[in-house]
C-alpha cells in the first residue's frame, strides 16, 4: 500500500505540474498571437498612411498640370491641340514675363498613339535647314509618330560638322513642343540597334507636297517599317493649300521652339549691344562670295582669271546641276545677286543716310577690298562681325559656317532696315521673321529693274536724279509690309516662300518675346 500510494502522489504531482505547464504555454501563445495581430494592426495602418500620401500627391501633381494647361491656355499661345492666333503683348514688361514664366513651366505632354519613328537628315545651310526642320515637326504631328531629333547637313560645300545641340537649345526644342508632338533625342535602344544595322526604310519625299501626300504614302511605310528615314528636308511641303493648323504650327516652330543655343545668343547680343551704341545700323546680307557665284555662273566685275576659277568650282560639284550659264543674260532677268558695286549705287539712290553703320551678314566677299572699294566709299561705316568682335570672341565659331550664319540671323532680326542683294534662304526666312516681329523694314530689292536702271544711269542714259527716283518709285511698295502670298500652283517654286511671308501667323507681334531676349 505505501509503495501504492507513493505512486500515485507521485503521478499526481507529475499532472499538476504538466497542467501548469500547459497554462503557461497557453498564456504564451495567446500572448504572441495578440503580438501578431498588433503588428498585422500597425502595418496596415503604414500602408493606409502610405496610401493616403501617395494618393494626395497625385492628386497634387494633377491640379498643377491642371493649373498649368489653365494659365497657358491664357497666356500667349494655346497648348491644348493646335495654337491659336496669337495674342498681342501688351508691354515689353509683359513679353518678358510670359517668357519667363514659359522657361519654367512646361506644357502637359499631348498624349497620342503612337504611329512610328521618323529620323529626317536636313540638306543645305543653316536656314534652308531650319524651315525643313519646321516642316518636318508638322508633319510628325499630324502623322502622330514621334520624331528624332533632325541631323544637320555636314557633307555641302560648308562641311560644317556641327549637330543640332550645337546651334539650336535643343532642350528647349524638345520641352516646347511636347503639347503637340513626342520628339526624342535619340530612337529606343531596340530600335537604334536595327538602325544600327541597316534595318530601317529610308527616302526622298516629293517636293512641295500637299500634307495628304505623307498622310496617303508616308506613314502607311512609317507604320510598316516602325522607323522611315527621310534623307532630304528641303522644300517637301507645299507653301499654300495646307490646313491652317498646319501653317501655324510652322510658324510656331520658327519663331518659338527653334531658340539658338546660349553661347550663340549672348554673343549676339553683344554685337547688337555694340551697334546701338553708335546708332542706328542697316544690316546687308551681301550674297557676293565664291560660292554663290560658282553655283549662280554671276561673274558681273570678275576678272579672267577670276571667272575661270569659278567656273572650275562650278564643275567641282555634282550636285550643282547648271554647268553652262549665260551672266550676262541671267543677271538681266534679275538672277544675279547684286555686286557690292551695284548694292552702292542702290542704297545711295534709296537715299540711306551715308553716316549709318552698315553690318556685313555673309562670309568673305570675293574679291575682297578690291570689290568693297565703292561700298566702303559710299559708306565708311561698314562693319563686319570680324571687326565689332575679337579673334577670341569668335574662335569657337571658326570653320562653323552655320554657327556663324545664326549669329548674323541674331543681328539681322534687330536691325533697323535689312537689306538682302539675292533671295536665297537667309534672306527669304529673315524677312518672315521680321514680318513677325512686326513688319520691321525690310526692303526687297527688285534686281531685275536695277540692273537695267544702273546700265542706264552708267551708259548716261539716266542722270543721279532721275536713276534715284526710278529706283525709289519700284521700291515704295518692297518695304516688308502687310501683303498676300503670291500663289503659282503649278509652279510652286515660282511662288512666294511661306516662310518669307507666313500671314497666316501675322495677325500679332513677337508673342515668344524674341526682341526683349537679344535687346536686354
Not at 507513493?6 to 498571437?33: A, D
Request: charged residues 30%; contains cysteine; proline residues 4%.
Amino acid at each position: 500500500m505505501c509503495v501504492k500510494d507513493e505512486i500515485e502522489r507521485v503521478e499526481e504531482g507529475g499532472q499538476k505540474k504538466r497542467r501548469r505547464w500547459e497554462t503557461v504555454m497557453g498564456l504564451k501563445g495567446s500572448r504572441k498571437r495578440i503580438e501578431r495581430l498588433r503588428s498585422s494592426v500597425a502595418l496596415k495602418s503604414r500602408m493606409k498612411l502610405w496610401m493616403i500620401r501617395a494618393t494626395t500627391l497625385v492628386l497634387l501633381g494633377t491640379c498643377f498640370v491642371q493649373l498649368t494647361a489653365v494659365g497657358e491656355v491664357w497666356g500667349p499661345r494655346v497648348l491644348k491641340g493646335w495654337p491659336s492666333s496669337f495674342a498681342q503683348d501688351s508691354s515689353k514688361m509683359d513679353v518678358k514675363l510670359s517668357t519667363s514664366l514659359s522657361d519654367q513651366v512646361l506644357p502637359p505632354k499631348r498624349v497620342y498613339k503612337n504611329n512610328g519613328y521618323l529620323m529626317i537628315s536636313c540638306n543645305g545651310g543653316l536656314n534652308q535647314m531650319r524651315a525643313a526642320i519646321c516642316d518636318m515637326v508638322a508633319i510628325a504631328r499630324y502623322l502622330n509618330v514621334t520624331l528624332i531629333v533632325p541631323e544637320l547637313d555636314k557633307t555641302s560645300f560648308w562641311a560644317d560638322p556641327s549637330e543640332f545641340q550645337d546651334i539650336f537649345d535643343v532642350d528647349h526644342f524638345i520641352s516646347s513642343l511636347r503639347d503637340e508632338v513626342r520628339i526624342l533625342k535619340e530612337l529606343p535602344p531596340r530600335l537604334k540597334r536595327r538602325v544600327e544595322l541597316g534595318m530601317f526604310y529610308t527616302m526622298s519625299p516629293i517636293s512641295w507636297s500637299d500634307i495628304s501626300y505623307y498622310r496617303n504614302q508616308i506613314l502607311p511605310l512609317i507604320q510598316k517599317h516602325k522607323v522611315v528615314h527621310l534623307n532630304r528636308t528641303d522644300a517637301r511641303l507645299a507653301n499654300n493649300g495646307q490646313p491652317l493648323e498646319i501653317q501655324k504650327l510652322r510658324c510656331r516652330v520658327n519663331f518659338g521652339a527653334l531658340r539658338f543655343t546660349s553661347q550663340i545668343e549672348e554673343l549676339g547680343r553683344r554685337v547688337i549691344k555694340l551697334l546701338r551704341q553708335k546708332g542706328p545700323f542697316l544690316v546687308l546680307h551681301l550674297r557676293y562670295e565664291m560660292d554663290m557665284l560658282a553655283f549662280s555662273g554671276c561673274t558681273q566685275g570678275c576678272n579672267e582669271e577670276e571667272v575661270e576659277e569659278l567656273t572650275k568650282m562650278r564643275y567641282a560639284y555634282p550636285w550643282w546641276k547648271e554647268k553652262i550659264i549665260d551672266s550676262d543674260m541671267k543677271r538681266k532677268d534679275g538672277l544675279c545677286p547684286l555686286s557690292p558695286e551695284e548694292t552702292a549705287l542702290t542704297l545711295r539712290a534709296l537715299d540711306i543716310d551715308r553716316d549709318i553703320q552698315i553690318y556685313i551678314a555673309a562670309g568673305e566677299i570675293y574679291g575682297g577690298a578690291r570689290r568693297m572699294a565703292d561700298l566702303s566709299a559710299a559708306y565708311p561705316k561698314v562693319v563686319r562681325k570680324e571687326t565689332l568682335l575679337g579673334p577670341s570672341d569668335l574662335g569657337y565659331f571658326q570653320n562653323h559656317s552655320s554657327q556663324m550664319a545664326a549669329l548674323d540671323y541674331l543681328v539681322s532680326l534687330e536691325s533697323d532696315i535689312f537689306v538682302p542683294t539675292y533671295d536665297g534662304n537667309m534672306a527669304k526666312v529673315v524677312e518672315g521673321h521680321r514680318r513677325f516681329l512686326g513688319f520691321k523694314k525690310t526692303i526687297l530689292l527688285d534686281r531685275r529693274i536695277l540692273v537695267d536702271l544702273i546700265d542706264r544711269y552708267n551708259h548716261g542714259l539716266l542722270n543721279w536724279s532721275e536713276f534715284s527716283i526710278e529706283v525709289k518709285r519700284v521700291h515704295a511698295d518692297r518695304m516688308g509690309n502687310p501683303t498676300k502670298r503670291t500663289v503659282i500652283s503649278d509652279r510652286p517654286k515660282e511662288e512666294d516662300y511661306f516662310y518669307s511671308n507666313p500671314e497666316e501667323c501675322l495677325l500679332s507681334s513677337d508673342p515668344y518675346g524674341e526682341l526683349s531676349r537679344l535687346s536686354s
